[in-house]
């Protein structure tokens, strides 16, 4: 039984890092957006002109934004790059609120920033995962593309083509799932990087069920709100009633606390495990 | 749905020309697919339809503009077309070109000095002049040897598409021109009516497609499949032959549907089918009869989509995704584009190398009227809920059209395009929103009456663009003739745009204000300024837009909200649409939902890469 709710720094933590998220999206998204909303808002429609007249404006829009759109690319890549270091770093917050009951954020942000070290060695090897399965994608896409064409089936011949992008998706989960056991290891077990990196292959190897079904049941969980949100927007795209504008506001909102939140809860699972590996080591 | 309800266009045989037979073509071909050549021979019966004699031929051998990497063809191809070369290069071979009376005309047959390094054209000089209304006959052998698919030419494995395999006789224009050109990469093609009867010859297994009904076979014969194709009324034959083919019919009014498929994409096929059960009878009630008794739609297989988007008569190629979404309607939009060709190329045969707009931009102007007609306002042509706005087929032509950096004349030449590129959203887009245009100025019943009545006056002919604009001059009068002519023979670049809005309110308790309207560009067309103030009421305006500035004075009970100019949209030639609508001064429309959004995939990507 997972002792949530009494946990003291998990729902803090889960709203703090939602809105810290949302408000750095928002920010990124006023910057990006606003020689957009400049040419807009001089236009009756407002952001409503978009889903007008067949697409008529919004390709002007494009076409009058077309200086700018290189630098909101740059933008917001770097945006995205410098929040993914900052989270390599703060890796290890969740795995010890997930294995420490009661555990202040504070405490868990120190804990992990003094770990960075291990962290940032176990962030390279799943990094350097990540490009093996894309590179094992690339090659089996590249290989099933050349295969299809000897076929004549045209339905075989796009699943060939796609096979890469199934095995490289795949494997960029399973990475995830040893990636953030490893981290789980590292964090309530103080090991090194290449101790944990063993210790999460070995639990998932002997728990592959438990370990990888969860990982996934979670990452379901978190994918199935986005996808929710993404349904919500998508049959209210174009309307401008303020009914519909709150209602989307609040489903993208409450997703992407909803997305944090079955993360977090992932990593308290981890960590129940892992503790109660350490304890029967013990 | 379709709209034409009211037109009552019905197609009756009364009103279907008879078609001229200038270049009669009788073959037997020969496909050997593991060469991946055809070799034929039979007779080229040629009446000389001009008011001169002539003592000299001039033959038309398009694939040879694939036989090297010097070839006008692939001098003038833009990179980012055809690939500097084919694996395999394709060669036409005349072998034999003998009169009936058995004088060998090889000899002195020449490629045109003017053009080095290429031999898409041959004169062949005639031992005796061919008088007004005489007729010559040449015994003719060759071998055509097809390249790997380039320029929706040749073969991939063991699919072929065979076109421009045999040699053409050039158009002899009734001064006693000839309009002969060596194939340039811009270019299609420009031929003669008459009657084909060609006897494809091909190994078992293979499923033919071809131009024209089969009238004979297929049938074993000294160990080959043989069959007959017979077609009068056209200008060019294509075939195609797979192993693979699966096929789906259907009898669509009179005519036999066939549609050649790779195997898995039966749903493309059937897409196609109920696509074309649509289409046909709105083609028919637009622009006039179908008269042949066959179509024949092609699907390429995979790794062959070159091969895809080409019209030949009564034989087109399109392409299909099996697993791709009904409303995205891609596959639509092509098919019915190639299929519009039978109109404009097929039965209305205008020079295509030198006014490529006449065929490709009416054609591109019918496909979108026709989505309008069969998938509803717009034309939409990207219509996925979820998955962001919908993009309609007539947008669609008029961002192409408005893109255009650098105005050209729409009456050029294919040569005279710099590059594919201009060439595409000068001679399919712009051409295609200026009858769009004409459509929005006149009504959609009074300019598909026009429209027909080109098509009628044109059709199994040769028109220019005079054939078009003294149509336009007798249906509809000398200012629309001389709108055409500026719009098709003369660069333009067309704007309005709001370009102020204010009111202030007076003592006597009334807002009065202004709105200012720019012009750039040509067309001086009267349109509406509508002023919408802040309660939402709206006052229409006709303004004569005969000046490059108009301001048009406000005058309401409530403070001006927002100015729009031509919100009918009955000029969408425009260059920017976007402009034509603005706030007063002070007021802003609301932007914040679009920020939202934004932010919200922004925070998609942070959580992906973040906790
Ligand atoms: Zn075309």
Redesign the interface.
Known sequence: MIRWISTGGRIGVVLG?AAI??G???L???A??AS??E?????????A???A?????????I??NAQAWAPIGVL?AV???A??V??ML??G??PVLGSTAGVRWHRAAAESLRRAPTLLGLASIAGAGYALAAFAGYAATGWGART??TR???????LLGLVGWILGGALAGLITVWHDTARAHAMARGKTAMQSSGAAALQMAREPLSTVAAGVGYGLVAWSY?GA???I???L??K?STAA?VT??AA?HL??LG??HA??KWFVWLGQRVSLAKARAE | MVAAGALLLLPSLADAQTPPRVADYTFTATLDPVRHTVRADGTIRWTNPSSVAVSELWLHQYLNGFSGPRTYFMRTRSASTWPAHPPHWGRLAIESLRTGDGADLLPTATPDPAVPEDDSQLRVALPRAVAPGATIELAVRFTATLPEMVARTGYQGSFHLVAQWFPKVAVLEPDGTWAHFPFHANSEFYSDFGRYDIRIRYPRGYTIGATGPRVEGPALVDGLMEQRHVQEGIHDFAFTAWNHFRRADRRIQRVEVHVLHPPGNERGAARTLDLLSGALPAFERRFGPYPYPVLTVVLPPPGASAAGGMEYPTLITTGSFWWGPRRARDVEYVTLHEFGHQYFYGMVASNEHRYPFLDEGFCEYATARVMEDLFGRGGPLLDLPMLGPRLDAWSWEALGSSGIAHPLALDLGADQFPTWGRYGEHVYSRAAIVLRTMERRLGTRLFTATLRAYVDRARFSHPTPETFYAVVREQLGPPWEAFARTAFGTPWRYNLAVTGASSAREPDGRWRGYAVVDREGPFDLPVNVVFTDVRGSRSVVRIPNDRVMTIVPYDGSAALRSVSVDPEVTLPLEERRLDNARMADGHHAPTLPLIGRVAYWIAFALGSVGP
Request: aromatic content about 10%.
């Open positions: 890092v998220e949302l750095l999206a928002w990124l998204g006023l990006s957006t957009i909303t040419t807009l808002s001089e236009h009756p429609l407002g952001f002109a978009l889903h007249q067949g697409g008529r404006l919004l390709g002007d829009v076409a009058l917001l945006a995205v790059l929040w993914a900052v989270w703060l890796g917050m969740f299809a064409l004549f089936d045209v339905r075989v011949v796009t986005l949100a993404w349904a927007s998508g049959l795209d174009g401008t504008l989307v506001m993208q997703a992407v997305r944090v993360r977090m």
